[in-house]
């Protein structure tokens, strides 16, 4: 498969009452620790097929408030992982 087409998989995800948020960690030339990005999508079932969206209705508010806390309580603890072990190294 050529490289713009791999899929990367998510270094944290998070999944209640159809909803995933997914934390992708992505590298820079210009940064010696990885920088973190959060996708959101919900799965639904559109007669026998599963379907994804990230369109959220009013009641998937508050799950989506849960799980992106949880993934920002997540990047914030492993920035200070990262920056350890990137100072280590430097050492």
Do not use: H
């Not at 999944?15 to 799965?43: C, E, H, W």
């Not at 408030?65 to 992982?81: F, N, S």
Request: positive net charge.
């Amino acid at each position: 498969m050529p490289k713009d087409k791999e899929t990367t998989k998510p270094a944290q995800q998070y999944r209640l009452r159809g909803l995933a948020v997914s934390i992708f960690a992505n590298k820079s030339k210009d940064r010696d620790v990885p920088f973190y990005k959060v996708s959101m999508q919900k799965t639904y079932k559109d007669g026998k097929d599963f379907r994804t969206t990230t369109s959220l209705g009013r009641d998937d508010l508050p799950v989506a408030d849960l799980l992106l806390q949880k993934a920002w309580v997540w990047i914030l603890e492993r920035e200070v992982k990262d920056r350890k072990v990137a100072a280590d190294e430097d050492e």
